[in-house]
Nanobody, 126 residues
Framework: QVQLVESGGGLVQPGGSLRLSCAAS????????MGWFRQAPGKEREFIAA????????YYAASVKGRFTISRDNAKNTVYLQMNSLKPEDTAVYYC???????????????????WGQGTQVTVSS
């Protein structure tokens, strides 16, 4: 069993930045691929970014590529999402998730992830 806890959300102005963190429990964090998803009110959950076990392979949704960066620190059992140039349409609850493995065909699919955090709210508004 893995527990995931997101933090770092909040209110930010358009064009601003936030850094989300996801802390994982247990001793096996480094063996998991990690992903970030978000869900806005009235909209379906969408894939944002993912990173493999070693941190050398990343995947991004087209809507955030070039603005968001996913990274991980296995020594701290933590995955990060650096969000720059934020837009109002980025407003959502952001969730982190863990998967035993990912590949280009499965990284974007929520069903590929076995464990989920509780989410952290990101609001982009003037």
């Amino acid at each position: 069993q893995v527990q995931l806890v997101e933090s770092g959300g909040g209110l930010v102005q358009p064009g601003g930045s936030l850094r989300l963190s996801c802390a994982a429990s247990g001793r096996t964090f480094s063996s998991y691929a990690m992903g970030w998803f978000r869900q806005a009110p009235g909209k379906e959950r969408e894939f944002i970014a993912a990173i493999n076990w070693g941190g050398g392979t990343t995947y991004y949704a087209a809507s955030v590529k070039g603005r968001f960066t996913i990274s991980r620190d296995n020594a701290k059992n933590t995955v990060y999402l650096q969000m720059n140039s934020l837009k109002p349409e980025d407003t959502a609850v952001y969730y982190c998730a863990a998967s035993p493995r990912i590949n280009p065909f499965t990284a974007t699919l929520g069903d590929s992830y076995d464990y989920w955090g509780q989410g952290t709210q990101v609001t982009v508004s003037s």
